[in-house]
C-alpha cells in the first residue's frame, strides 16, 4: 500500500509540472510573468506534506470542515493579521493565476515553489503579480501602496518598545520614523520604474530596474511574503525550506475525512468535493 501511495504521489507530481508548464504558455500577458514551471521541485514525501498544508488552508476556521480556497477562507486565514491586512487582497491575486477566485492546489504548489526555491526569473514574476492584483500587466500607484504599508507596519516598533530606548525628549513619534522611512523606501523604487512619470510600470521595465541595480527589493518583499505564509501554517507543524519540507507534527492529518479528497492522491481529473461553507 505504501508503495502504491509513493507511486501514486510521483505520478501526481509529474502531472502537476506539466499542467502548470502548460498553463504558463497561455496568454501573452501570462508568459511576461506569469504561471512558470517549478521542474518538480518537490519530492514525493515534500509533495505529501505539502498537500497536507493545502488540506489546513482548506479548513474552515469556524466548522473545521473542508471548504474552497476563495477569498473568504483567504481572508480568514491571512487578513486577520493586522500588520498583513493591507495585503492579503494583492498576495490571493498573486496566487490565483487563472483569476477563477479560488486558488487550487496547482496554483498553491506555483506561489511555494516561486517563493522558496525559485530562480531569479521566478522570483521577480512573483514579486510582480503581487505589484500587479488587477492583472493588467502594469504596477499602479495606488496598487503599490497596500504593499508599502505592509512593509512599514511588519518593520515598525511599538510605540511603548522604541520610547522605551530612547530619551525623554526624543520619544514622541518615533514609534513611526522607521516604517515611514520604508514606506517612503518603496514608493521611491516605484518612482525609480516609472521612467515616464505616469504612475505606472511594466514588468520589463520592473526587470530593467532589477538588471541595473539588483535584486534587493524582491527579496525584502518576498520575506514579507515568507513571514507572512509561515506565521499562517505554523500551527501544522510544517516547516518549509529552500531545501527540505519538514512535519514536526507527522501525527496530524489535516485533511477533513468526511468528505472526497482523493483527487489530490490519483491521478482522477475530477475536481475535489468540498462542503460548503456557513453564510457569514
Same mark, same amino acid.
Given at each position: 500500500l505504501a508503495q502504491a501511495i509513493s507511486a501514486q504521489? $510521483? #505520478?501526481?507530481? @509529474? #502531472? /502537476? $509540472? #506539466?499542467? /502548470?508548464? @502548460?498553463? =504558463?504558455?497561455m496568454g501573452v500577458q501570462q508568459s511576461q510573468y506569469g504561471q512558470k514551471s517549478h521542474n518538480c521541485a518537490f519530492t514525493p514525501k515534500e509533495l505529501y506534506n505539502l498537500k497536507q498544508v493545502y488540506f489546513y488552508l482548506c479548513l474552515h476556521t469556524t466548522t473545521l470542515t473542508s471548504c474552497p480556497l476563495d477569498r473568504n477562507q483567504?481572508?480568514?486565514?491571512? =487578513?486577520?493579521?493586522? @500588520?498583513y491586512k493591507p495585503l492579503w487582497r494583492a498576495?490571493?491575486?498573486? +496566487?490565483?493565476?487563472?483569476?477563477?477566485? /479560488? +486558488?487550487?492546489?496547482e496554483e498553491f504548489l506555483t506561489f511555494v515553489t516561486h517563493l522558496k526555491r525559485g530562480d531569479t526569473e521566478a522570483r521577480r514574476q512573483l514579486c510582480f503579480r503581487l505589484f500587479d492584483p488587477n492583472c493588467d500587466g502594469k504596477a499602479e500607484k495606488a496598487d503599490f501602496r497596500s504593499i508599502a504599508e505592509t512593509r512599514a507596519?511588519? #518593520?515598525?516598533?511599538?510605540?511603548?518598545?522604541a520610547s522605551s530606548q530612547l530619551l525623554p525628549n526624543q520619544a514622541s513619534g518615533s514609534g513611526s520614523e522607521a516604517g515611514e522611512e520604508h514606506e517612503d523606501e518603496y514608493m521611491s523604487f516605484f518612482n525609480a520604474c516609472d521612467d515616464d512619470s505616469d504612475g505606472r510600470f511594466s514588468f520589463e521595465e520592473f526587470e530593467s530596474y532589477c538588471m541595473l541595480h539588483g535584486e534587493a527589493v524582491v527579496n525584502q518583499t518576498l520575506k514579507l511574503l515568507e513571514v507572512m505564509f509561515d506565521g499562517v501554517i505554523e500551527e501544522t507543524g510544517i516547516v518549509i525550506t529552500a531545501t527540505d519540507v519538514?512535519?514536526?507534527?507527522?501525527? +496530524?492529518?489535516?485533511?477533513?475525512?468526511k468528505i472526497g479528497m482523493g483527487s489530490f492522491f490519483c491521478c482522477?481529473?475530477?475536481p475535489p468535493v468540498f462542503t460548503t461553507p456557513p453564510v457569514a
Open positions: 504521489l $510521483c #505520478l501526481s507530481e @509529474q #502531472l /502537476v $509540472c #506539466l499542467s /502548470v508548464s @502548460q498553463a =504558463g504558455t483567504f481572508h480568514s486565514l491571512f =487578513g486577520n493579521h493586522r @500588520q498576495l490571493f491575486s498573486a +496566487i490565483d493565476l487563472n483569476s477563477d477566485n /479560488v +486558488i487550487d492546489f507596519a511588519a #518593520l515598525r516598533r511599538p510605540t511603548w518598545h519538514k512535519n514536526t507534527k507527522p501525527h +496530524i492529518d489535516w485533511q477533513d475525512h482522477s481529473s475530477s
